[in-house]
T-cell receptor, first 113, second 113 residues
Framework: GENVEQHPSTLSVQEGDSAVIKCTYSDSASNYFPWYKQELGKRPQLIID?????GEKKDQRIAVTLNKTAKHFSLHITETQPEDSAVYFCAASRGGSQGNLIFGKGTKLSVKP | DSGVTQTPKHLITATGQRVTLRCSPR?????VYWYQQSLDQGLQFLIQ???????AKGNILERFSAQQFPDLHSELNLSSLELGDSALYFC????????????FGPGTRLTVT
């Protein structure tokens, strides 16, 4: 089955710097790759997603890139702010009749003022 | 607020007991997913229902079962509870089951003593 690896597990940056989180997946049939942000004790919130027919997607300060050949995708956050501090999860999903997500282990991002 | 509701928010029970967690999907969403989040295992997919029918199974124990009712709400039943079942249980919903965006509910924190 699908396996998603996520790195790094923790990331500390200064406010205003960029942060990059990387994920690799194993199942070449996966075609949907969302990113979730989870604050302590809260629900995971979808922040951006990308499908396999697209190489890059951007939404204000966040962007996601996908390399299907290498089976990896990355989250880029620019001009980080203290409120970006949270745990970020990448996930992968196959198409077809099932849409369940296989998650990476998460990256704890700390943005220092 | 994602539009997905879950009850109860917290549940404390003893080993060997049985509990039922409830989820109401966003209006118009036909697919419901259940995920378990524990510190050591991260976010793990348990089971998916689509329009009342089971669509996919993940790492769900035989002691656990679920169903989706005609009004599309879903219940996750956990029986013969063990200490290791203590976790956050999230449900998520999506319009369909084919790689569409999933929105998470606030979760139910289960503590087994």
């Amino acid at each position: 089955g699908e396996n998603v690896e996520q790195h790094p597990s923790t990331l500390s940056v200064q406010e205003g710097d960029s942060a990059v989180i990387k994920c690799t997946y194993s199942d070449s049939a996966s075609n949907y790759f969302p990113w979730y942000k989870q604050e302590l004790g809260k629900r995971p919130q979808l922040i951006i997603d990308i499908r396999s027919n697209v190489g890059e997607k951007k939404d204000q300060r966040i962007a996601v890139t996908l390399n299907k050949t290498a089976k990896h995708f990355s989250l880029h956050i620019t001009e980080t702010q203290p409120e970006d501090s949270a745990v970020y999860f990448c996930a992968a999903s196959r198409g077809g009749s099932q849409g369940n997500l296989i998650f990476g282990k998460g990256t704890k991002l700390s943005v220092k003022p | 607020d994602s539009g997905v509701t879950q009850t109860p928010k917290h549940l404390i029970t003893a080993t060997g007991q049985r509990v039922t967690l409830r989820c109401s999907p966003r209006s118009g969403d036909l697919s419901v997913y259940w995920y378990q989040q524990s510190l050591d295992q991260g976010l793990q997919f348990l089971i998916q229902y689509y329009n009342g029918e089971e669509r996919a199974k993940g790492n769900i124990l035989e002691r656990f079962s679920a169903q989706q009712f005609p009004d599309l709400h879903s219940e996750l039943n956990l029986s013969s509870l063990e200490l290791g079942d203590s976790a956050l249980y999230f449900c998520a919903s999506s319009v369909e089951g084919q790689g569409s965006e999933q929105y998470f509910g606030p979760g139910t924190r289960l503590t087994v003593t």
